[in-house]
């Protein structure tokens, strides 16, 4: 499939899922013109480590094409707003800016929001996990998690539910032994107080699968799907069937949303395909793999050196180390990598 016929079925599910009408619907609630309607849009791209690996990165040219979509509904307020992880704790070249620039997400149609710059204050009505949100995200009328389709060891998949979770503080802050909290309840507090209004999935020319797709794919495959919806829950429930997913909560993230909102899975409308995508390989996709899983988070928590043993190969040319691996991480990182199959791209 060419990029022509991406971007027509890309358009086509934004038409599909109403979300002019929707963005139109929300500026009337508001009060506000569409002109001036805040829309802010959370791609997922800050996990990407070397631009010949895209399948754990929301497609550049669908972010523009979303941008030039919202700007044809009238609205001129558009940011991205992406935020920092662990890896600039050991790379250079990690803000927000410089990973978008990497990966050619720069653009006249929207304004690049970096969310760890921008943390304000914020006292949450329910939970104890979250005390900041990104400002950007906070005063947005109109909110987007465009997620990409993506396996993950602990909760199976990592869909548009799980994109925000950067949106707040960040996760290795309270991930660690040493200041364990609950991660799926962080998440929560954002949704139940600033959530998504639309959610998106590509999971087109690119996604990553098997045991740690969250992190890379040096083999990716190649769905040919979009998913869209107004109730980012709905969205990751039907995505997480064809992931091959039997029951969404097996994964802890979905099963703290049903908890906290409720399950809307008896009343979930298909609107296109509903198949299982046949050649997918979940974390639990052989024996090997799922012993590996089950290990994951007890391992990563109390066993990778705050995150120090679970690096991908990093494209180190524009992203150089912070400092010189020790002998102890070149052979644990290595073998780290070679069992999750977590080669360097080709």
Request: aromatic share 10%; with cysteine; hydrophobic share 40%.
């Amino acid at each position: 499939k060419n990029a022509a016929e991406k971007l027509s079925q890309f358009r086509k599910l934004l038409d599909d899922g109403q979300l002019a009408s929707r963005i139109r619907i929300r500026s009337e609630q508001s009060g506000k013109s569409l002109q001036n309607l805040k829309i802010a849009i959370k791609p997922t791209f800050m996990l990407g480590y070397d631009r010949r690996d895209t399948s754990i990165i929301t497609d550049p040219e669908l972010l523009e094409a979303l941008a030039g979509y919202l700007r044809e509904a009238g609205c001129n307020d558009i940011a991205v707003i992406e935020a920092r992880n662990i890896y600039d704790q050991f790379f250079h070249g990690r803000t927000v800016r410089e990973v978008a620039s990497y990966f050619g997400i720069l653009s006249s149609r929207y304004r690049l929001v970096d969310g760890s710059e921008e943390q304000v204050p914020h006292s949450y009505f329910r939970g104890m996990a979250q005390y900041s949100v990104a400002r950007t995200w906070k005063e947005a009328d109109f909110r987007i998690s465009f997620g990409k389709i993506r396996s993950h060891p602990v909760e199976l998949v990592y869909l548009t539910v799980g994109n925000v979770e950067w949106m707040g503080g960040r996760c290795d802050e309270f991930i660690f032994a040493e200041r364990q909290a609950q991660r799926e309840t962080a998440i929560m507090m954002l949704l139940d107080e600033f959530p998504p209004h639309f959610a998106l999935l590509d999971g087109y020319a690119s996604a990553a699968d098997g045991l740690v797709g969250v992190m890379g794919c040096p083999r990716p495959q190649h769905p040919l799907r979009f998913y869209a919806g107004p109730d980012a829950l709905a969205v990751d429930m039907v995505a997480a069937r064809h992931l091959h997913m039997r029951n969404p909560r097996e994964s802890s993230i979905l099963r703290a949303v049903c908890h906290w909102f409720g399950d809307p899975g008896g009343h979930i409308e298909v609107i296109g395909c509903d198949e299982p995508l046949k050649a997918w390989k979940d974390p639990y996709h052989n024996d090997l793999s799922a012993m590996l899983s089950f290990l994951a988070f007890p391992v990563y928590v109390f066993g990778s050196g705050r995150g120090s043993m679970f690096l991908p190969p990093m494209d180190e040319t524009a992203f150089p180390p912070i400092r010189r691996e020790s002998p102890t991480e070149w052979i644990g990182r290595r073998t780290m990598r070679l069992l999750l199959g977590l080669g360097r791209p080709k």
